[in-house]
């Protein structure tokens, strides 16, 4: 089965909990024999290295509304950019990846 994974935060980058956990069920799935690909935002951690080992399929494309700690002020022209570049991301993963499922 191929999945395509998609948040916020992944790890090694991660606010909580929520983030380990994914990454729990993205390993487990991997080791039942499962393609998984992630797709996730930009976002660095705080204090995580540059060269910090990743798992593998991660991909780090999406912009988002949360920057510094703060949710980014944005107008109705800059928020459909954002989602237009997204949508754009995400349609070119599901091209590529052909997952059977999204999560």
């Known amino acids: 089965m191929r999945v395509l994974a998609v948040g916020n935060v992944y790890p090694p980058h991660h606010l909580g909990g929520y983030e ?8 487990h799935l991997r080791s039942q024999g499962h393609e998984a690909r992630i797709l996730t935002t930009r976002y660095r ?9 990743e798992d593998p399929d991660v991909h ?6 949360w920057q ?17 570049a997204n949508a754009r991301i995400f349609d ?8 059977d499922v999204i999560t």
């Open 20 to 27: 380990i956990i994914w990454q729990g069920a993205m390993r």
């Open 68 to 84: 510094d700690h703060v949710w980014r002020t944005m107008g109705p022209v800059q928020r459909l950019r954002l989602e237009r």
């Open 45 to 53: 951690g705080d204090g995580v290295p540059a060269d910090a080992v």
């Open 92 to 99: 070119r993963h599901l091209r590529a990846f052909r997952p």
């Open 60 to 65: 780090r494309e999406l912009d988002w509304y």
